[in-house]
């Protein structure tokens, strides 16, 4: 078995009183799909904050690439290979999807303390631009404004942004997430393609998704690690299913 | 000691004075989200329309009360007129347009009042000295100013604290769009509240108008300090806007009292006391600067 | 070519021949109110790149002209009167300010931004009036610049040219700069600041070097517009002045390349047609001006988005 590419090791978040991480660990090793499931209110948001660095832990350690990133700030952590995507979707609405990409990538690319050369005759950089774009099948649409992207077609820029930088490992903050059935079933296929690329930690509430995707799939309540384990496992846990029948029925 | 309780006292004077001024301004911003750089202009105005009344009806107190609801008008209309259609916009757009209202709001009072300052008067039963202690006299209109404005601080505190209106504002403060759930005339609120800053912009100006002047621009400068002040206190707290007018009092008037003692011991005397006050204005800034670096949305603000 | 690129190359056109053009009309007051268009115009593009790319509503802008100008002002009064000490030590006092103002402000976000800068701006303004060594409140008579063989910066078309060519220089860089990687980075900011961060790039390393690349060009407008009137004063860095560079920029077109210019030609013709306009409407109705200007800016904020460029855009 690999080492893992993302672990955690007894994180733990308060606010005020109330515990929001409590002694989670988790980790995902390099082209598996791990999925993280829980009810509302479970820790989740909190979780990918302090994974993604927008949150600072209140002790516990976070271990990225066989670097403590614990300490690492948000950007730092994106260049050495953590992408991600965002739960409410989040795209430069006032440039083409095409520029998004290309700035994504620009982000991977050394610094950009470069003040004199246009960008727009660097065709190198469009080439690999057009090329991300067209992985995740979003090519025509690239001189669109990214505020005219249907919302479907949004998410997969979101996609093709967190790839720009051939990132080791996606953080999936629920990609379904308004999505109708034929645009997840979309997202699905192109979530399987990618496999090969990265890992990939998922959060999700679509259920039918988290099934056809994940190799692994831990459960978080009330901050806390439920259960962890295969999908099948996962499926029988009386734990689990409690757990989720309660929210249903509460 | 006496000279320096008489500094203090000027101190909580000019606080509660500018108080009055950003009271209005952090309410305004807080629940409607504006920059509104014009309400120096209420200020100013309230000062030139008490003067008006008060030549007219010879009597301080009567011109006061006759101001009071005329700056209230104005204030109403304004709002009618401009500023409820810059609340949705961005606060360039607000910079902008309330900047534009700066420059009319100085010319008008140039075409109406003339270029020349006015003075008022202080009212003669208000125009001796009071012992505050025994033996330390202190002047009957500033000892005035200081009970009219911590009347008006408390009344206002209770008003936002105990009031349904008051209610509205600080739920207005924290998250706009819960007003709206409540079902309240959101735009009838905006006017109110507007035209309640107003009110005390104009009070603060003519209460101001007999130890200062009456002039074209009287405004603007006080208008930077007061937003200094709700920016210090966070923007949208009446508490905040409190604290922090108190703390700009005492620096503004302590400093310019005992910076130029201070400075001759370094500097010639000359120079300590031309740059005594702008010392003491910079230490301002340098507080704002200071509470910025340190607590980027004000010592009791909320939102960004 | 594009309705504003023609629109702007025969506005450089002729600012490029404005010297003749004066001489030959015997229009010479005319000069001097180019040379301070040109001046302020440097100011506003160096203004538009953080405020129009960066999305940065900076109220402090003025301060580099006080800065600039008060280096030059504060050298010529020591008797150091060469161009070759004072502009360096100007543009390093003002790159120095911008560093610093841009490091504690940029902490900040949205109105607590706006403010700050001007509580700087402010504190910048009150320590020069403190000057007394330098006139204090009333200012200081300088000496224009000496470049000694090189330049007669006292002769006022050679002034004026030079202003010219700076502007030019200024506008060069500032376009080149727009679509430049750094500036992509830029405006990407002002569209989604947490999204550029969360693709990596340290937003707050970018805008300072924008705020402090802004500072040296408004220092260096600073610096001819103390050599301009050969006098420097608080008031030239007061509020009201960095609130007239937000007017110029917004008037001009946020956020486009020749916008600052057009604010700026606007912003002071504005000035000099309104007086006569109402003169004639009525006699010493002149004076009054700003009754109809500040109205005018209130139509411009709630009507007029995008400023003049966007009218030119909108015809092509």
Same mark, same amino acid.
Request: with cysteine.
């Given at each position: 078995?690999?080492?893992?590419?993302?672990?955690?090791?007894?994180?733990v978040?308060?606010?005020?009183g109330?515990?929001?991480?409590?002694?989670?660990?988790?980790?995902?090793?390099?082209?598996?799909?791990h999925?993280?499931?829980?009810?509302?209110?479970?820790?989740?948001?909190?979780?990918?904050?302090?994974?993604?660095?927008?949150l600072?832990?209140?002790?516990?350690?976070?271990?990225f690439?066989g670097?403590?990133?614990?300490?690492?700030?948000?950007?730092?952590?994106?260049?050495?290979?953590?992408?991600?995507?965002?739960?409410?979707?989040?795209?430069l609405?006032e440039?083409?999807?095409?520029?998004?990409?290309?700035?994504?990538?620009?982000?991977?690319?050394?610094?950009s303390?470069?003040?004199?050369?246009?960008?727009?005759?660097?065709?190198?950089?469009?080439?690999?631009?057009r090329?991300?774009?067209?992985?995740?099948?979003?090519?025509?649409?690239?001189?669109?404004?990214?505020?005219?992207?249907?919302?479907?077609?949004?998410?997969?820029?979101?996609?093709?942004?967190?790839?720009?930088?051939?990132?080791?490992?996606?953080?999936?903050?629920?990609? %379904?997430?308004?999505?109708?059935?034929?645009?997840?079933?979309?997202?699905?296929?192109?979530?399987?393609?990618?496999?090969?690329?990265?890992? %990939?930690?998922?959060?999700?509430?679509? %259920?039918?998704?988290?099934?056809?995707?994940?190799?692994?799939?831990?459960?978080?309540?009330?901050?806390?690690?439920?259960?962890?384990?295969?999908?099948?496992?996962?499926?029988?846990?009386?734990?689990?299913?409690?757990?989720?029948?309660?929210?249903?029925?509460? | 000691?006496?000279?320096?309780?008489?500094?203090?006292?000027n101190g909580?004077?000019l606080?509660?004075?500018m108080?009055?001024?950003?009271?209005?301004?952090?309410?305004?911003?807080?629940?409607?989200?504006?920059?509104?750089?014009?309400?120096?202009?209420?200020? @100013? @105005?309230?000062?030139?329309?008490?003067?008006?009344?008060?030549?007219?009806?010879?009597?301080?107190?009567?011109?006061?009360?006759?101001?009071?609801?005329?700056?209230?008008?104005?204030? @109403?209309?304004?709002?009618?007129?401009?500023?409820?259609?810059?609340?949705?916009?961005?606060?360039?757009?607000?910079?902008?347009?309330?900047?534009?209202?700066?420059?009319?709001?100085?010319?008008?009072?140039?075409?109406?009042?003339?270029?020349?300052?006015?003075?008022?008067?202080?009212?003669?039963?208000?125009?001796?000295?009071?012992?505050?202690?025994?033996?330390?006299?202190?002047?009957?209109?500033?000892?005035?100013?200081?009970?009219?404005?911590?009347?008006v601080?408390?009344?206002?505190?209770?008003?936002?604290?105990?009031?349904?209106l008051?209610?509205?504002?600080?739920?207005?403060?924290?998250?706009?769009?819960?007003?709206?759930?409540?079902?309240?005339?959101?735009?009838?609120?905006?006017?109110?509240?507007?035209?309640?800053?107003?009110?005390?912009?104009?009070?603060?100006?003519?209460?101001?108008?007999?130890?200062?002047?009456?002039?074209?621009?009287?405004?603007?400068?006080?208008?930077?300090?007061?937003?200094?002040?709700?920016?210090?206190?966070?923007?949208?707290?009446?508490?905040?806007?409190f604290?922090?007018?108190?703390?700009?009092?005492?620096?503004?008037?302590?400093?310019r009292?005992?910076?130029?003692?201070?400075?001759?011991?370094?500097?010639?005397?000359?120079?300590?006391?031309?740059?005594?006050?702008?010392?003491?204005?910079?230490?301002?800034?340098?507080? @704002?600067?200071?509470v910025?670096?340190?607590r980027?949305?004000?010592?009791?603000?909320?939102?960004? | 070519?594009?309705?504003?690129?023609?629109?702007?190359a025969?506005?450089?056109?002729?600012?490029?021949?404005?010297?003749?053009?004066?001489?030959?009309?015997? #229009?010479?007051?005319?000069?001097?109110?180019?040379?301070?268009?040109?001046i302020?115009s440097?100011?506003?593009?160096?203004?538009?790149?953080?405020?129009g790319?960066?999305?940065?509503?900076?109220?402090?802008?003025?301060?580099?002209?006080?800065?600039?100008?008060?280096?030059?002002?504060?050298?010529?009064?020591?008797?150091? #009167?060469?161009?070759?000490?004072?502009w360096?030590?100007?543009?390093?006092?003002?790159?120095?300010?911008?560093?610093?103002?841009?490091?504690?402000?940029?902490?900040?976000?949205?109105?607590?931004?706006?403010?700050?800068?001007?509580?700087?701006? #402010?504190?910048?303004?009150?320590?020069?009036?403190?000057?007394?060594?330098?006139?204090?409140?009333?200012?200081?008579?300088?000496?224009?610049?000496?470049?000694?063989?090189?330049?007669d910066?006292?002769?006022?078309?050679?002034?004026?040219?030079?202003?010219?060519?700076?502007?030019?220089?200024?506008?060069?860089?500032?376009?080149?700069?727009?679509?430049?990687?750094?500036?992509?980075?830029?405006?990407?900011?002002?569209?989604?600041?947490?999204?550029?961060?969360?693709?990596?790039?340290?937003?707050?390393?970018?805008?300072?070097?924008?705020?402090?690349?802004?500072?040296?060009?408004?220092?260096?407008?600073?610096?001819?517009?103390a050599?301009?009137?050969?006098?420097?004063?608080?008031?030239?860095?007061?509020?009201?002045?960095?609130?007239?560079?937000?007017?110029?920029?917004?008037?001009?077109?946020?956020?486009?390349?020749?916008?600052?210019?057009?604010?700026?030609?606007?912003?002071?013709?504005?000035?000099?047609?309104?007086?006569p306009?109402?003169d004639?409407?009525?006699?010493?109705?002149?004076?009054?001006? #700003?009754?109809?200007?500040?109205?005018?800016?209130?139509?411009?904020?709630?009507?007029?988005?995008?400023g003049?460029?966007?009218?030119?855009?909108?015809?092509?």
């Amino acid at each position: 078995m690999s080492e893992p590419l993302l672990s955690t090791d007894r994180l733990v978040k308060r606010f005020g009183g109330l515990l929001a991480t409590d002694n989670v660990t988790i980790d995902v090793r390099p082209g598996e799909i791990h999925a993280l499931i829980g009810p509302n209110g479970a820790g989740k948001t909190t979780l990918v904050g302090q994974l993604t660095g927008n949150l600072t832990p209140d002790s516990g350690t976070i271990h990225f690439a066989g670097r403590d990133v614990t300490r690492l700030p948000a950007d730092a952590r994106v260049r050495l290979g953590l992408g991600r995507s965002f739960q409410i979707t989040s795209v430069l609405r006032e440039f083409s999807a095409l520029e998004n990409v290309a700035l994504a990538m620009q982000a991977h690319d050394g610094h950009s303390f470069r003040f004199l050369a246009d960008v727009r005759k660097n065709t190198a950089r469009t080439d690999a631009a057009r090329r991300g774009l067209a992985a995740v099948g979003l090519e025509p649409r690239a001189t669109a404004a990214a505020a005219a992207l249907s919302h479907g077609e949004q998410r997969q820029l979101e996609i093709a942004m967190a790839l720009a930088g051939a990132p080791k490992l996606l953080l999936l903050d629920e990609p %379904m997430a308004g999505m109708g059935a034929e645009e997840s079933q979309r997202m699905v296929e192109l979530l399987r393609g990618l496999k090969r690329q990265c890992g %990939m930690l998922l959060i999700e509430h679509d %259920m039918d998704a988290v099934f056809a995707l994940a190799d692994r799939i831990t459960v978080l309540v009330y901050g806390r690690v439920l259960a962890s384990g295969a999908p099948d496992a996962i499926r029988a846990d009386p734990e689990v299913r409690q757990a989720y029948l309660g929210e249903e029925t509460g | 000691m006496e000279y320096l309780l008489i500094q203090v006292l000027n101190g909580v004077q000019l606080g509660l004075l500018m108080f009055l001024l950003a009271a209005g301004l952090t309410l305004t911003f807080g629940i409607m989200d504006l920059v509104n750089l014009a309400h120096g202009s209420l200020y @100013m @105005m309230g000062a030139y329309i008490a003067w008006t009344f008060v030549t007219w009806t010879d009597s301080f107190v009567l011109g006061a009360l006759l101001a009071l609801p005329a700056t209230f008008a104005l204030g @109403m209309a304004v709002e009618a007129v401009v500023m409820r259609r810059l609340y949705a916009r961005d606060h360039l757009d607000q910079v902008l347009a309330t900047f534009g209202l700066i420059l009319f709001f100085n010319e008008l009072v140039r075409v109406l009042w003339g270029p020349a300052g006015k003075s008022i008067a202080v009212p003669p039963f208000l125009s001796r000295t009071i012992e505050i202690l025994p033996g330390v006299p202190y002047p009957a209109y500033r000892f005035a100013l200081i009970v009219v404005g911590a009347v008006v601080a408390i009344l206002l505190a209770w008003l936002v604290a105990r009031t349904r209106l008051g209610m509205l504002i600080r739920a207005g403060a924290s998250n706009r769009r819960m007003i709206a759930a409540l079902g309240v005339n959101i735009e009838l609120l905006f006017s109110l509240v507007f035209g309640l800053g107003a009110v005390f912009a104009g009070l603060a100006g003519l209460m101001a108008a007999p130890i200062s002047s009456v002039k074209i621009g009287m405004g603007d400068d006080i208008l930077i300090l007061a937003f200094v002040i709700i920016v210090i206190g966070g923007i949208g707290s009446i508490k905040g806007a409190f604290v922090a007018a108190m703390l700009v009092g005492q620096i503004d008037i302590v400093g310019r009292a005992f910076l130029p003692d201070l400075l001759k011991t370094v500097m010639p005397p000359a120079s300590a006391s031309a740059a005594a006050p702008a010392i003491s204005q910079v230490l301002v800034y340098i507080l @704002m600067a200071g509470v910025l670096v340190w607590r980027p949305t004000g010592l009791f603000g909320q939102r960004a | 070519m594009k309705p504003g690129t023609i629109v702007a190359a025969a506005l450089l056109i002729i600012l490029a021949a404005l010297p003749l053009l004066t001489q030959a009309f015997d #229009q010479r007051y005319l000069l001097s109110v180019g040379t301070r268009i040109v001046i302020w115009s440097i100011a506003a593009v160096s203004l538009n790149m953080i405020l129009g790319y960066g999305g940065l509503v900076s109220f402090g802008h003025a301060a580099f002209f006080g800065i600039g100008g008060y280096a030059v002002g504060i050298l010529s009064a020591e008797g150091i #009167q060469s161009g070759w000490v004072q502009w360096p030590v100007a543009l390093g006092a003002s790159i120095l300010w911008a560093a610093l103002v841009g490091a504690l402000s940029l902490r900040t976000r949205g109105v607590y931004f706006i403010m700050i800068t001007l509580a700087f701006a #402010q504190l910048v303004y009150y320590l020069a009036s403190g000057l007394a060594g330098y006139g204090g409140d009333d200012g200081l008579n300088i000496s224009r610049s000496r470049f000694s063989g090189l330049i007669d910066l006292r002769d006022k078309a050679t002034f004026y040219w030079l202003c010219f060519a700076l502007l030019c220089a200024t506008l060069w860089f500032c376009g080149r700069l727009a679509n430049s990687r750094f500036g992509y980075v830029l405006r990407g900011a002002k569209s989604n600041e947490l999204r550029m961060m969360a693709l990596g790039f340290p937003v707050f390393r970018y805008r300072l070097v924008a705020c402090i690349i802004a500072g040296a060009f408004g220092g260096l407008a600073g610096i001819l517009l103390a050599n301009e009137g050969a006098y420097v004063s608080p008031a030239m860095m007061s509020w009201v002045k960095s609130g007239d560079l937000i007017v110029i920029v917004v008037l001009g077109g946020i956020g486009t390349l020749f916008g600052p210019l057009y604010g700026a030609i606007a912003f002071f013709a504005l000035e000099e047609m309104l007086k006569p306009l109402l003169d004639l409407v009525h006699k010493g109705w002149g004076e009054y001006w #700003q009754i109809v200007f500040g109205p005018l800016l209130v139509l411009v904020a709630l009507y007029a988005r995008g400023g003049m460029a966007s009218l030119l855009k909108a015809r092509g």
